[in-house]
């Protein structure tokens, strides 16, 4: 058995003797050298390693990480869109029952003509809130009655 090419590199039976532990002393000690700074010899060597190691796992992880990457970002997404929806319904709330009209100061800051609202915030607030229902209620009218039309 060679355990070298005429090129100076290991050759298959050699690396094969290694891998099988058949070499002696000498012959594994100089392998083990030519190893260490030949990076051909090195690949070779460990894809000789690596052909009978590789495993097929049981079932395929692919479907069920996508699963969970998919559910992740879904659950990433849904907060922080929650978070922004709650926050310009607050805005749009408080815009809507007058409420920043209270932190103004009284004079000066309105016009002349412009008629006084003497009305308190919890009139604000279901006059608002009754208005919003009236408009769903006239938006899905026109909707059912679009649709009874076709």
């Known amino acids: 058995m060679n355990l070298f090419l ?3 590199h290991l050759s298959g039976e050699g690396l094969d003797a290694l891998i099988a532990g058949t070499l002696d002393e000498l012959q ?3 392998a083990a050298e030519h190893l260490s700074f030949c990076d051909d010899c090195l690949l070779a060597y460990t894809q000789r390693l690596a052909e009978d190691t590789w495993q097929t796992p049981p079932a395929s ?3 069920g990480l996508w699963n969970k990457i998919r559910a ?3 659950r990433v997404m849904v907060n922080r869109y929650a ?3 709650v926050a310009a319904c607050l805005a749009l709330t408080l815009w809507g029952t007058g409420f920043f009209n209270y932190f103004l100061p009284q004079r000066g800051m309105r016009h002349i003509d412009a008629p006084q609202n003497t009305m308190t915030v919890s009139a604000r607030v279901g006059s608002f ?6 408009a769903l209620q006239d938006a899905l009218g026109n909707l059912f009655s679009n ?3 076709k």
């Open 6 to 8: 005429e090129s100076g």
């Open 28 to 30: 594994s000690l100089e």
């Open 61 to 63: 992880v692919q479907e």
């Open 72 to 74: 992740r970002m879904l």
């Open 83 to 85: 978070v922004a929806a």
């Open 129 to 134: 809130v009754s208005s919003g229902q009236q």
């Open 147 to 149: 649709d009874s039309a």
